[in-house]
């Protein structure tokens, strides 16, 4: 019987132990580089899938065009990403609505990867640290990495409606390959 019982014992404890020794050492951290790995790929996917000659549509005049949401989104991206970094944004190529596709995406491209260099010096423990923000205030460094990835969800969200309005499955309505 005592045999049985130390088996029992075993068995219920084996899976609680590969589980902890399976668990991330940064989940939170780790998620937010996986959304933000996510919506960069989106985001250059729909630049890249929006015709030159429709980065100046806008649904309604109000909204701004594809091309202005291109240099939006990029530099909100290099803005808020240097706060997570905690060191300057990068002084290479800026874009305004009017430039090229091919500029607008390449200045998109360079902000996601200067927020994915921001987001590789994360960790659960900094997460809480303070940070500089808008209007002088502070944050913490987990507040300015989700306002980077929520800003690109919402972004993304918008530019799905921009390509669905001129016939295009936005990335991911696109058959999986």
């Known amino acids: 019987m005592k045999r049985w019982i130390g088996v029992a014992a075993i068995c219920l404890a084996a899976p ?3 589980r902890a020794q399976g668990t991330a050492a940064n989940p939170v951290s780790d998620k937010l580089r996986q959304v933000l790995g996510e919506y960069s790929r989106n985001l250059v996917a729909s630049g890249e899938a929006m015709p030159a000659d429709k980065y100046s549509y806008r649904p309604t005049p109000e909204q701004m065009s594809f091309g202005k949401s ?3 989104v990029a530099e909100v991206n290099n803005f808020a990403c240097s706060k997570v970094l905690g ?3 990068p002084q290479g190529s800026k874009a305004t609505e009017t430039d090229s596709k091919d500029k607008l ?3 998109l491209k360079a902000s996601m990867d200067f927020c994915k260099q921001a987001f590789a ?3 659960d423990s900094n997460l809480t640290d303070p940070v500089p923000w808008f209007g002088a205030r502070q944050t913490t460094r987990f507040a300015a990495a989700i306002e980077v990835t929520n800003d690109l969800i919402d972004h993304y969200a918008a530019l799905a409606v921009y390509l669905r ?3 295009l499955l936005p990335p991911t309505a696109q058959p999986r390959k």
């Open 16 to 18: 609680m132990a590969a």
């Open 70 to 72: 291109m240099e939006h």
């Open 87 to 89: 060191a300057p944004a």
């Open 105 to 107: 995406v390449e200045v």
């Open 121 to 123: 010096k994360l960790t």
């Open 165 to 167: 309005l001129n016939g």
